[in-house]
């Protein structure tokens, strides 16, 4: 997949394009719907499937002291969309001067002019323009005369409510991966490059990978039975122990992971950790027994919820 940053608004020719426009953080089954929607049409017409998105986040810029947290990383997003079949990520940098482009002019120069837009696919509620003032009827309305078809997707339920990144949000701020998954129609995951800790886990008999994790957006602090990708794409169960330690008395946030029946130097090496479901809460235990004890317990458990 293209990814392609709109520093400029430039026509850059090429054959027309289906487009569907969003932020798109964490891809989740809504999102999916719409790309979903996009590539189908971009195939019957042999054109490519392009994903409009803004880096960064529309309220980092126009609200910064209320903009959430990102769950995922731009290049683990263009990832997740190269698998649905997106042939090109257009990444359009929000600034002042973006959000005070008036509907028409943003229909015109970025969906029309830069991206050559045959046909735009968005959802029923989207929005855009200065202070949102366009919405799906206003860009059907200009549609015509720019170029392009519209198609509006109505939105993917879940539990008696729309899915969308603040519900998955809010189930990971609660350590409820197993909901937040079926939300985003997999696991969430985070990446992380393997650091060197204090070896606790080693002198316990639980060596554990210590990740430096690139992501902004983490499930509550707990432990959970996850699934790890190693350098080599291998899919390892593990034990996973997001919080500070207490029973050592750490003050510092790690995510540690111990993946099972595995032994192998990680230090330095790129791993995924994709939460599957929380065995319980991080807590202070009274002798080192007794934390044995425990992740023995986790390890299990981990062991049943993954069939291995």
Same mark, same amino acid.
């Given at each position: 997949?293209?990814?392609?940053?709109?520093?400029?608004?430039?026509?850059?020719?090429?054959?027309?394009?289906?487009?569907?426009?969003?932020?798109?953080?964490?891809?989740?089954?809504?999102?999916?719907?719409?790309?979903?929607?996009? %590539? #189908?049409?971009?195939? @019957?017409? !042999?054109?490519?499937?392009? /994903? +409009?998105?803004?880096?960064?986040?529309?309220? =980092? &810029?126009?609200?910064?002291?209320?903009?959430?947290?990102?769950?995922?990383?731009?290049?683990?997003?263009?990832?997740?969309?190269?698998?649905?079949?997106?042939?090109?990520?257009?990444?359009?940098?929000?600034?002042?001067? %973006? #959000?005070?482009?008036? @509907?028409? !002019?943003?229909?015109?120069? /970025? +969906?029309?002019?830069?991206?050559?837009?045959? =046909? &735009?696919?968005?959802?029923?509620?989207?929005?855009?323009?200065?202070?949102?003032?366009?919405?799906?009827?206003?860009?059907?309305?200009?549609?015509?005369?720019?170029?392009?078809?519209?198609?509006?997707?109505?939105?993917?339920?879940?539990?008696?409510?729309?899915?969308?990144?603040?519900?998955?949000?809010?189930?990971?701020?609660?350590?409820?991966?197993?909901?937040?998954?079926?939300?985003?129609?997999?696991?969430?995951?985070?990446?992380?490059?393997?650091?060197?800790?204090?070896?606790?886990?080693?002198?316990?008999?639980?060596?554990?990978?210590?990740?430096?994790?690139?992501?902004?957006?983490?499930?509550?602090?707990?432990?959970?039975?996850?699934?790890?990708?190693?350098?080599?794409?291998?899919?390892?169960?593990?034990?996973?122990?997001?919080?500070?330690?207490?029973?050592?008395?750490?003050?510092?946030?790690?995510?540690?992971?111990?993946?099972?029946?595995?032994?192998?130097?990680?230090?330095?090496?790129?791993?995924?950790?994709?939460?599957?479901?929380?065995?319980?809460?991080?807590?202070?235990?009274?002798?080192?027994?007794?934390?044995?004890?425990?992740?023995?317990?986790?390890?299990?458990?981990?062991?049943?919820?993954?069939?291995?």
């Amino acid at each position: 997949m293209e990814l392609i940053r709109l520093d400029t608004l430039a026509a850059r020719g090429g054959p027309g394009a289906v487009v569907t426009v969003g932020n798109f953080d964490g891809v989740h089954r809504g999102h999916q719907a719409l790309v979903g929607e996009a %590539v #189908a049409a971009a195939r @019957a017409a !042999g054109s490519p499937a392009v /994903v +409009l998105t803004f880096e960064p986040h529309p309220a =980092r &810029v126009l609200a910064p002291g209320q903009a959430p947290t990102s769950l995922m990383t731009l290049e683990q997003k263009a990832e997740v969309l190269a698998g649905l079949g997106v042939d090109r990520l257009a990444v359009l940098p929000f600034t002042r001067e %973006v #959000a005070e482009t008036d @509907a028409e !002019g943003f229909a015109r120069r /970025v +969906l029309a002019q830069a991206l050559a837009s045959v =046909r &735009v696919v968005v959802g029923s509620d989207f929005r855009f323009g200065r202070g949102r003032e366009g919405d799906v009827a206003a860009l059907v309305a200009l549609g015509p005369s720019l170029g392009f078809a519209v198609r509006a997707v109505e939105p993917v339920w879940h539990d008696g409510a729309p899915i969308s990144s603040s519900r998955v949000r809010e189930e990971l701020a609660r350590g409820a991966v197993g909901p937040a998954g079926a939300l985003l129609g997999r696991p969430f995951f985070v990446d992380g490059r393997v650091v060197r800790g204090d070896g606790r886990g080693r002198t316990i008999g639980f060596p554990t990978a210590n990740l430096e994790v690139v992501n902004e957006t983490l499930p509550s602090h707990g432990v959970y039975a996850s699934r790890v990708r190693t350098p080599d794409g291998t899919l390892r169960p593990a034990v996973v122990n997001l919080g500070r330690r207490p029973t050592f008395g750490g003050e510092t946030l790690v995510l540690e992971a111990h993946l099972l029946d595995f032994e192998a130097d990680l230090y330095g090496a790129g791993l995924r950790v994709a939460f599957v479901e929380r065995l319980r809460d991080e807590r202070k235990f009274p002798a080192r027994e007794a934390l044995v004890e425990q992740v023995r317990t986790d390890v299990a458990g981990t062991r049943r919820l993954l069939g291995t």
